[in-house]
């Protein structure tokens, strides 16, 4: 499995601010998601980020709120943009290694509180 | 589109009792399974998967799973858990083409001295 890290591993931000989290892998992988996890909530995917190209998006997601880079195969950001109360939750990004894994593997995730 | 249906949200057990939780997916194509861990304040593990083959899986741990293709079922099994094992059960279904994965809800494990 890859080793993944997440930072920061949590944040207090403000109201009307944004937030970047990395995502770093110690390997090369194809595959890298991110995926929201509210309070007492199960997690919901977010957006596959791409390669070189722009993110897919899950209903109820957008590029505006949730801006996605991935400049290499080792490395993405999550931007959430303008926060709101709403936005509180744990980000986690995922990975699979290439597009023939089935599996995905976890980072520790992002604890985000927006007062 | 699947979906994953946990059956349990909370689930008491004493120590060294034997547990089961439950895991019911719908899918109109072939699926993966897996169930994740995820213990106080931690990221998600992976604690095992049925990807094809033997249709009983093991963790390192003691747990087992077992996908039932008729019943559209993959529920976990242990023996005799331990306090250790207090912590959220996630089982998730890929389809295998977006590879991403749909939750279920979640279903809490309490194991009490």
């Known amino acids: 499995s890859a080793v993944i890290s997440q930072k920061p591993s949590r944040d207090i931000c403000q109201r009307g601010t944004s937030l970047t989290i990395q995502c770093q892998v110690d390997?090369?992988?194809?595959?890298m998601f991110w995926y929201r996890q509210q309070p007492g909530q199960s997690l919901t995917l977010i957006a596959t980020?791409?390669?070189?190209?722009?993110?897919?998006?899950e209903s109820g997601f957008v590029i505006d709120k949730f801006p996605i880079s991935r400049p290499n195969l080792t490395f993405s950001t999550l931007t959430v943009s303008n926060m709101s109360p709403e936005d509180s939750s744990i980000y986690l990004c995922?990975?699979?290694?290439?597009?023939?894994?089935?599996?995905?593997?976890f980072g520790p995730g992002t604890r985000l509180l927006v007062l | 589109a699947q979906s994953v249906t946990q059956l349990d949200s909370q689930v008491p057990v004493f120590e060294e009792a034997p547990v089961e939780l439950r895991c019911n997916y719908s899918?109109?194509?072939?699926?993966?399974l897996f169930w994740y861990v995820q213990y106080p304040n931690q990221g998600l593990q992976l604690l095992l998967k049925?990807?094809?083959?033997?249709?009983l899986v093991e963790s390192i741990n003691g747990f087992e799973a077992e996908f039932n293709k008729s019943q559209t079922s993959f529920h976990l099994r242990k023996p005799s858990v331990h306090i250790s094992d207090t912590a959220e059960y996630f089982c998730?279904?890929?389809?295998?083409?977006?590879?991403?994965?749909?939750f279920g809800s979640g279903t809490r494990l309490q194991v009490q001295p």
């Open positions: 998730a279904v890929s389809d295998g083409g977006r590879r991403a994965l749909t």
């Open positions: 995922s990975v699979g290694r290439d597009r023939g894994s089935k599996t995905q593997y």
């Open positions: 899918s109109s194509v072939s699926v993966y």
């Open positions: 049925y990807l094809s083959g033997s249709t």
């Open positions: 980020a791409n390669q070189g190209s722009e993110a897919t998006y």
């Open positions: 390997s090369q992988v194809t595959m």
